[in-house]
């Protein structure tokens, strides 16, 4: 007989359901028998990478024979001087997922309770079900989060709260003086997390300094990516920036090599093209309108965004959209998984990508 290793696994493994990723175009192509199918489902930047980061990878493929620079030196330097902050406050990861991870690993054991809203990213869920954590989401507000019920949920098993500012998949977004007076209400041995991937999207007005807030709030974490505007979602490189303490203790459990030498030369190069980021912002601005227009003319329910997608609610079943906006080559997200069952969120593509999804939906809701 042989063995059932299910029961031999940790009982939040036991019940975990593997993260579904949006369907590639390849896949989608090769089982409907379709060509130039579009992915918007993924919040990847529509430009690609810029031509200095494409020279740079194919620099540093000559060296691929090697291990990585297993601290990124160069790749910290380059953040700290671009965010005011120090190398060592700077833990890098394979996407900010594997900083996810690494953080609730360091802080939460399997008698904490760990805190998110509703509609949040699925990763904060599934991290706490793994470790065994208790999880508790707080209901939203206006498909947002509610810091004053958040505030109010806190115990004494409270040991990590994720915020995500964007928010995904939902769009929402927090203020600086929102977030603030949160901070001010949380004791000082709940570590908050502020997941801030669609940062650069937001405007210089509405941006919080979070970085700055580090030396007030030492139980403060603040994750990026390079995955969403620098356009590097597959070299996947993430980081945190914190407390020294706490990027010390991120290090132990850190993987050696956790970011591959091709990721950490793109994204050192990303970080100094300002020309390339503001063209993938203006593009996605310029999306987000065209857009919001479509289903303002269409009488469709979305809500506002501050990312690089838009969630809108297609007033029947999401899953049946999704699958017949598939046989019309557009990929979307649905996402039934997070609360939303008749809502699907598109990525901000390019015009023709836009339209193409435009042209599409028009066409499933009037069958």
């Known amino acids: 007989m042989s063995c059932d290793f299910n029961a031999l696994a940790n009982a939040g493994i036991r019940g975990l359901h593997p993260y579904q990723a949006?369907?590639?175009?390849?896949?989608?192509?090769?089982?409907?028998?379709i060509t130039e199918a579009v992915k918007l489902a993924s919040n990847e930047n529509p430009l690609g990478i810029s031509d200095k980061v494409k020279a740079a990878i194919a620099e540093e493929a000559l060296e691929?024979?090697?291990?990585?620079?297993?601290?990124?030196?160069y790749l910290k330097e380059a953040l700290a001087d671009k965010l005011n902050a120090k190398p060592a406050q700077i833990t890098l990861g394979n996407g900010s997922n594997d900083v996810l991870e690494l953080i609730a690993r360091t802080f939460v054991s399997a008698e904490d309770e760990v805190m998110f809203a509703e509609h949040a990213f699925v990763v904060y869920p599934l991290v706490?079900?793994?470790?065994?954590?208790?999880?508790v989401a707080?209901?939203?507000?206006?498909?947002?989060?509610?810091?004053?019920?958040?505030?109010?949920?806190?115990?004494?098993?409270?040991?990590?709260?994720?915020?995500?500012?964007?928010?995904?998949?939902?769009?929402?977004?927090?203020s600086a003086d929102a977030i603030y007076g949160f901070l001010n209400k949380v004791p000082e041995q709940v570590v908050v997390v502020l997941d801030e991937a669609y940062y650069e999207y937001v405007s210089d007005e509405e941006r919080a300094d979070s970085i700055a807030w580090?030396?007030?709030?030492?139980?403060?974490?603040?994750?990026?990516?390079?995955s969403k505007a620098y356009g590097l979602a597959g070299l996947r490189v993430g980081y945190?920036?914190?407390?020294?303490?706490?990027?010390?203790?991120?290090?132990?459990?850190?993987?050696?090599?956790n970011v591959n030498s091709l990721a950490l030369k793109a994204a050192e190069v990303a970080l100094a093209d300002d020309d390339f980021l503001a063209r993938s912002v203006s593009l996605n601005s310029e999306g987000m309108q065209q857009l919001a227009s479509f289903f303002e003319?269409?009488?469709?329910?979305?809500?506002?965004?501050?990312?690089?997608?838009?969630?809108?609610?297609?007033?029947?079943?999401?899953?049946?959209?999704y699958e017949l906006?598939?046989?019309?080559?557009?990929?979307?997200r649905p996402i039934g998984g997070y609360g939303l069952p008749s809502h699907l969120r598109v990525s901000i593509g390019t015009q023709s990508e836009n339209q193409k999804f435009i042209e599409a939906l028009t066409k499933v809701l009037s069958l």
């Open 138 to 174: 707080v209901p939203a507000k206006n498909y947002g989060h509610d810091l004053d019920a958040m505030a109010a949920a806190i115990t004494d098993k409270t040991r990590m709260i994720f915020i995500a500012n964007p928010n995904n998949p939902t769009g929402t977004f927090l």
């Open 214 to 226: 580090l030396s007030e709030f030492p139980n403060l974490i603040v994750t990026r990516t390079f």
């Open 22 to 33: 949006g369907k590639p175009v390849s896949e989608v192509e090769r089982e409907l028998g």
């Open 297 to 321: 003319r269409s009488g469709l329910s979305f809500i506002p965004s501050w990312g690089n997608f838009i969630t809108f609610d297609t007033e029947r079943n999401g899953a049946e959209v």
């Open 128 to 135: 706490t079900q793994a470790i065994g954590a208790t999880p």
């Open 64 to 73: 691929i024979a090697r291990y990585p620079d297993s601290n990124g030196f």
């Open 240 to 257: 945190s920036v914190s407390s020294e303490q706490m990027a010390g203790l991120f290090n132990r459990v850190r993987q050696p090599f």
């Open 325 to 332: 906006l598939l046989k019309e080559g557009v990929i979307v």
